[in-house]
């Protein structure tokens, strides 16, 4: 029934209405929300969406794209993609948010494990590990909107990765339909060559329909700290000693971000520092030297009521060189403290900017070059802020195992550098151009200051790019392709293979 329905609907007009299917899961009838995403830059109507609810119905779709030398299938997280990755043109778009089963299972080693559908939400994930079980993943994304499928195509970066590595770090086991509507279970011990592929593979090899997470005791509380620096040299410095750290004399949680010297500016300035509403930050400690940026170190210390952690964070900040009075601190449990990020969101969804266009830019780039981007880059495109944060904070590669499809610099620390814009909509904003261009200006100086960097969430538009993005991993890349996707149906919005030209063989 659900062949005899699409290939009826692919008679029609792309974009005509769909009804529901019913047939092993329901057709959703939202073709436009298909059509964009987050970054709200890009559209693209989709043929038909459909709401798998097990991998056969994955498969049963991959099935049918064969049958059309144009079908494409994009798996669709929570569409959070700022550049199209999660579209489909004319295609067959997956709705994974249907996926949402959640199960505790014992890994192969005993070890306790959330099995959970592609189509979990991380928050989602969050609330159940903590309530129900008092166990919880051990690395996170900041914002937790995100599903799990959506966050292992790529990375799922936040303030644990330095010590626990990305969450493409922290999986057991995937179930993955490849393109070659082959539905299969694989880990780091079987079929070890599309699980390594799968995780930062962009969504290029296969449907991720079910992940299984280590879990780990959730900690009762964590208490958060920002520290306030003038000088990059000085940030840098402290942060990269903070995050080669061992374990047991560490945090378990540290990013950064830049703001503006300024008070004028509620969302990047002064103001964005305080996480106390009742806080205020002094302006006169800033020292008068000081240039358009300032940096703010974000902590975190997970602990339980009664182990002294007055003392412990006392002794961990003392060899930190930051401005003494400007720290800011309080104690969340460990769910408010990963959920923080809901009260942005609700702040962005009130002044219009959750829905205006979001031209994101997230740069991974290597600490030898980081003290000059600072100077070249931030200080100079970016002195007056961009609207929203500029989190920069280091990363170490040992974290990260090579075999996966993600691309990195070439060294062991490297920064995330995340420019998240919200502005609200021109003309209240700045119109959406000037932004791109400034991210090309970003870009350029990047590449003519021969900087050793890549993007994270890359998008670009040619195979050369694509190429040059993955360096000496683009061979093995084009080959995995080759292998478990070779019509070049999944992910198209990725624009890194198009169905019509599919990878060859032997890769260049
Ligand atoms: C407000 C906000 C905050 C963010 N914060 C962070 C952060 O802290 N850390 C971080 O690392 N990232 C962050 N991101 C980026 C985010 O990780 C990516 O945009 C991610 O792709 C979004 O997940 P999604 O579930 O919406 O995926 P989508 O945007 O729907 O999909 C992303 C890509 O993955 C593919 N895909 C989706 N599901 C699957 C699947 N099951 N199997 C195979 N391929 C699939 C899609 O086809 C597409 O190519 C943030 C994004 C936003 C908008």
């Given at each position: ?391 920069v904070y280091p990363l170490l590669r040992s974290k990260w195992d090579p075999q996966m499809s993600v691309a990195l610099p070439d060294t062991e620390v490297f920064y995330l550098v995340a420019l998240l814009r919200f502005n609200r909509p021109y003309p209240a904003g700045p119109p959406v151009e000037n932004l791109m261009a400034q991210n090309r200006e970003i870009l350029t100086r990047c590449k003519s200051n021969g900087y050793d960097f890549k993007l994270y969430l890359p998008h670009y538009k040619t195979e050369a790019e694509w190429a040059h993005h993955f360096g000496k991993d683009w061979a093995r890349f084009v080959e995995r392709k080759a292998r478990f996707d070779p019509r070049a149906i999944l992910s198209p919005g990725q624009l890194i293979f198009t169905r019509a030209h599919p990878p060859s063989s032997s890769p260049s």
């Amino acid at each position: 029934m659900m062949i005899a329905y699409l290939d009826q609907r692919l008679r029609l007009a792309p974009g005509t209405d769909v009804d529901p299917c019913g047939d092993g899961g329901e057709l959703d009838p939202d073709l436009e929300a298909a059509s964009k995403d987050f970054g709200g830059v890009t559209r693209a109507l989709p043929a038909v969406v459909r709401r798998p609810c097990s991998g056969d119905d994955v498969v049963e779709a991959i099935r049918l794209a064969w049958r059309y030398d144009h079908l494409t299938v994009a798996p669709r997280g929570n569409g959070h993609s700022v550049a199209g990755q999660a579209l489909a043109p004319d295609g067959i778009v997956l709705n994974m948010r249907a996926m949402s089963r959640m199960e505790l299972v014992r890994g192969d080693g005993g070890q306790l494990c959330a099995d959970v559908g592609a189509g979990v939400l991380w928050g989602e994930l969050l609330e159940w590990g903590v309530a129900e079980h008092g166990l919880s993943p051990a690395s996170w994304t900041d914002y937790l909107g995100l599903t799990v499928g959506g966050t292992l195509s790529n990375a799922g970066i936040s303030g644990q990765a330095f010590r626990k590595g990305p969450q493409i770090s922290n999986v057991a086991e995937l179930e993955v339909v490849t393109g070659e509507a082959e539905r299969v279970v694989c880990s780091p011990e079987r079929r070890s060559d599309l699980f390594y592929a799968a995780l930062g593979g962009l969504g290029q090899f296969g449907v991720i329909t079910r992940a299984r997470i280590p879990l780990l005791p959730a900690p009762p509380l964590v208490r958060w700290i920002r520290v306030v620096y003038a000088s990059f040299e000085v940030y840098a410095a402290d942060v990269e000693w903070l995050v080669a750290r061992p374990e047991r004399e560490g945090f378990n949680y540290i990013e950064g971000f830049a703001f503006v010297n300024r008070g004028d500016d509620q969302a990047s300035g002064w103001e964005s520092v305080p996480i106390e509403p009742s806080s205020v930050f002094d302006p006169g400690l800033v020292p008068p030297s000081s240039g358009p940026l300032l940096y703010c170190l974000e902590l975190g210390l997970y602990h339980d009521v009664h182990d002294g952690v007055d003392k412990r964070v006392e002794e961990m900040l003392r060899p930190l060189k930051y401005i003494r009075g400007l720290e800011f601190t309080t104690e969340l449990s460990y769910v408010d403290f990963l959920s923080r990020v809901n009260l942005a969101e609700s702040a962005a969804r009130a002044n219009g900017s959750w829905h205006a266009p979001h031209p994101w830019l997230n740069i991974l780039i290597s600490a030898s070059d980081v003290v000059h981007f600072d100077r070249h880059v931030l200080q100079s495109v970016l002195k007056d802020g961009i609207g929203g944060p500029m989190l920069v904070y280091p990363l170490l590669r040992s974290k990260w195992d090579p075999q996966m499809s993600v691309a990195l610099p070439d060294t062991e620390v490297f920064y995330l550098v995340a420019l998240l814009r919200f502005n609200r909509p021109y003309p209240a904003g700045p119109p959406v151009e000037n932004l791109m261009a400034q991210n090309r200006e970003i870009l350029t100086r990047c590449k003519s200051n021969g900087y050793d960097f890549k993007l994270y969430l890359p998008h670009y538009k040619t195979e050369a790019e694509w190429a040059h993005h993955f360096g000496k991993d683009w061979a093995r890349f084009v080959e995995r392709k080759a292998r478990f996707d070779p019509r070049a149906i999944l992910s198209p919005g990725q624009l890194i293979f198009t169905r019509a030209h599919p990878p060859s063989s032997s890769p260049s």
